[in-house]
């Protein structure tokens, strides 16, 4: 009786069977999602931090750039103006005999010539020569500011340019077709041209100095005999200044007959401590009458006819002080360190010729000769007094 039933029940626990089937599957559908959603935020998590990884390097990447070593800032009163062209460190500087450029050498493969004229302008111009495939450490002028020469860093030998002036002022600048042949087994401390313009010298670290023609030949080979050379310069005039070890500095007139084997006076000494701890570098106005030395970063102003120290500049460049010359007026000392070259007016100079003239006077007999001399002493005190030196 129970048999019709049967189809019924089975029936019954079939679709109870399918919506168990659906429920679980709905279920396992749930769980797999929940587990994807906990795993997929440290994906995300993830690439969040990557991006902002990368957006912290881009950051500091422009941070590194703006941070990049600016140029070295200076000021003071007697500060005349600052060359600022070249995109490396200045190694040398030279003044044409005539006055009116100013050459200077760089690690950025070029030679620039200023104009002095400009120099108290807002604005320096400069005309740019390119040092192909090398970089110069020394620089000079011919005597006939016709041309120019540099020591090649690379090429451990002299290029000659030779200067073509324009009909608007400005220069071409065209190096010789070949360098001079690579003599010096050491390194060269010094270059320099005669006044005369025939020959040329140039200076090595061991004992060796070469004299050479225009057309890079050497005429003749020195041997100083010493243990080794510093410096070596052809000289311009009868008196040199010299830096010791000893912590001083001497005026020297080398005017003297050498065939009496007269040796050259003493004219002047002063104290320079620095020179005791390092390097120096001096130069000596044209008149004589002022002595510059540098040490580091500093420069340090004598009146030789006293020996006194009357100026000091601090922290003038951010590197070591290269090279350091007087213009050939007396009235500029520049110096080169780094990217840029700073000029002083010589307040030193300026007083020494007040000091020249005052005492000029006193034995001046005729009155042409007094008024002659009230003239060069009236423009130095005038010139003291426009740049707020002059003592009362």
């Not at 990884?53 to 200076?74: D, I, L």
């Not at 070469?210 to 020195?222: C, E, R």
């Not at 840029?340 to 005729?366: C, D, I, W, Y």
Request: proline fraction near 4%.
């Amino acid at each position: 009786m129970d048999l019709p039933q049967m189809p019924e029940l089975m029936g019954l626990s079939l679709l109870v069977g399918l919506l168990a089937l659906v429920a679980t599957a709905a279920v396992a559908r749930g769980w797999l999602r929940t587990e994807e959603d906990k795993a997929s935020p440290p994906v995300r998590q993830k690439a969040n931090e990557s991006k902002k990884s990368g957006s912290k390097k881009q950051k500091q990447n422009q941070r590194v750039r703006k941070e990049k070593p600016q140029q070295h800032t200076f000021t003071h009163r007697l500060l005349a103006a600052a060359l600022k062209s070249h995109s490396g460190n200045i190694s040398c500087m030279d003044f044409s005999s005539n006055g009116k450029y100013l050459a200077t050498c760089a690690d950025d493969r070029t030679v620039r010539i200023w104009s002095t004229k400009d120099f108290l302008q807002r604005e320096h111009r400069s005309m740019r020569a390119n040092v192909e495939l090398d970089h110069a450490t020394l620089v000079r002028f011919s005597p006939d500011c016709r041309a120019f020469i540099v020591w090649l860093a690379n090429g451990d030998t002299l290029r000659v340019f030779k200067m073509t002036k324009r009909e608007d002022g400005s220069f071409t600048f065209t190096a010789t077709p070949e360098d001079f042949p690579k003599k010096h087994k050491a390194p060269v401390v010094n270059i320099g041209i005669a006044d005369t313009g025939k020959f040329i010298m140039t200076a090595s670290s061991d004992t060796t100095i070469l004299i050479w023609n225009l057309k890079g030949q050497v005429l003749s080979t020195i041997n100083t005999n010493q243990m080794n050379n510093t410096h070596a310069v052809i000289s311009p005039c009868s008196r040199m200044a010299s830096v010791s070890k000893d912590g001083t500095w001497k005026l020297w007139d080398t005017d003297v007959e050498y065939k009496k084997q007269q040796d050259p006076y003493l004219l002047r000494t002063g104290r320079f401590e620095e020179a005791c701890t390092m390097p120096c570098r001096l130069a000596l106005s044209p008149d004589t009458h002022v002595l510059a030395l540098a040490s580091g970063t500093s420069i340090h102003l004598f009146n030789t006819r006293r020996g006194e120290k009357e100026e000091c500049f601090e922290s003038v460049h951010g590197e070591c002080i290269a090279d350091l010359t007087f213009d050939i007026t007396g009235r500029f000392l520049a110096s080169c360190g780094d990217r840029a070259v700073r000029l002083f007016h010589n307040t030193p100079g300026h007083r020494a010729v007040v000091e020249e003239m005052q005492g000029l006077l006193k034995r001046a007999t005729s009155e042409s000769t007094r008024q002659r001399l009230q003239q060069q002493l009236t423009q130095a005190q005038e010139a003291l007094k426009s740049l707020g030196a002059l003592k009362k």
